[in-house]
């Protein structure tokens, strides 16, 4: 016996365990999760040769699954030229990016009228996407960790600095309670919380002081919008049913997005526009 073949002589011997297929199927399953694991706490030397081998790992797969469309759209194009006559890579041949337009054989001015009208729906798309999406305030002023947050040293000796204060108002929902002292890693103060703002309807030109639902978005940051802190730019939802507003099915709009156009911690109160 050749050595350390052991152990394909005793599977010979003696067959493999009765749950080796249920084993196996297991743990393939587990095997994303360790390498999702790994993928984040390995560091240094050993997560630069980790993420190096699955990058390749992940290009391998990606050059595997690229020739296997390549050659099921060959074989299309083979059985469409064998229909036709020819070999299936002769002119009437598309590229991969075309396959799903509808074909058109016209040439000179009707095939450029029909370039023409998809250049033109696509910009309108684009178009109509921009204005969903547009705001009052596309761009805003970035702000720093040390301007928004205050550090608040704790311990008996002071040695400890993981607590922060927020500086810039917030807004916290109805039900909110406080963690115990010991836990409570940010502290939003309650003489900076904000409960209403004045809205502004930019049709009407009317401005209502609603209450507000919550926090949409903050540019600044994700954690920032988490926090629920009250910047110039930060999208909220309030309540718009003291305004009257219904849908074209005749129900009363409830909530409504708006955007902050003032600094609140400078101004003292929020002032925003309604998103129509």
């Known amino acids: 016996m050749p050595q350390n073949d052991y152990i394909e002589q005793h599977i010979k011997n003696h067959g493999r365990r009765l749950d080796h297929e249920e084993r196996l199927r297991k743990r393939e399953a587990r095997e994303a999760h360790k390498n999702s694991k790994n993928a984040q706490n390995l560091t240094g030397w050993k997560g630069k040769q980790y993420s190096s081998k699955r990058y390749k790992e992940k290009v391998e797969l990606k050059k595997k699954i690229k020739a296997y469309e390549e050659n099921l759209i060959r074989k299309k194009n083979k059985g469409k030229g064998d229909d036709n006559g020819d070999n299936g890579l002769g002119d009437d041949a598309l590229p991969t990016y075309l396959l799903d337009r509808k074909q058109n054989n016209t ?15 696509i910009k309108q798309k684009r178009l109509e ?66 409960k209403k703002a004045n809205v502004t309807h930019p049709e009407l ?15 600044q940051s994700s954690m920032y919008t988490s926090l629920g802190i009250l910047t110039k730019g930060t999208i909220i939802e309030v309540n718009v049913s003291e305004m009257g507003m219904v849908t ?29």
């Open 248 to 276: 074209s099915s005749g129900k009363v709009v409830w909530g409504k997005y708006a955007q902050i156009t003032n600094e609140p911690d400078r101004d003292g109160c929020v002032n925003a526009v309604l998103l129509v």
């Open 107 to 121: 040439k000179g001015k009707d095939s450029d009228s029909l370039a023409k009208a998809i250049s033109s729906s």
């Open 129 to 194: 996407k921009t204005v969903k999406y547009s705001v009052p305030l596309p761009k805003v002023k970035g702000i720093s960790e040390e301007e928004m947050f205050k550090v608040i040293k704790t311990g008996s000796k002071k040695s400890k600095s993981w607590k922060r204060m927020i500086t810039k108002h917030t807004f916290v929902g109805e039900n909110f309670t406080r963690k115990p002292v010991k836990l409570e890693r940010f502290i939003r103060p309650s003489a900076l919380r904000q």
């Open 205 to 219: 030109k009317v401005t209502v002081q609603l209450p507000i639902l919550s926090v949409k978005k903050n540019p």
